[in-house]
């Protein structure tokens, strides 16, 4: 899995919640769900192309494919925008 260059500041307690809107809004889920075996989430309904975990200083995002990385910074950072959520470019 790729890093992605983004990540969401959030306060740990309210991380899944945010994950929560921004996976059904952005990726169609229809929840966050936990990975086995992994510390990471499932955030697009099972296709395993993007991935959250819940950190101590907010959210960070991994994917599949490198070549994908810019379409998911896209989509996170227009959620942000939209939702006024603060984030972190890396």
Partial sequence: MTKLNIELCVAKEEAMDVLEKLSIDKFKARRVLPIE?????NIDG???D???R???????????????RAK?????????FTNGI???EL
């Fill in 50 to 52: 993007i991935r959250a």
């Fill in 86 to 88: 603060e984030k972190k």
């Fill in 72 to 80: 998911y910074e896209s989509v996170i950072r227009n959620y942000c």
């Fill in 54 to 68: 819940i950190t101590d200083t907010g959210i960070e995002f991994f994917c599949r494919y490198a070549r994908e």
């Fill in 37 to 41: 075996g992994a510390d990471s989430l």
């Fill in 46 to 48: 099972g296709l395993n």
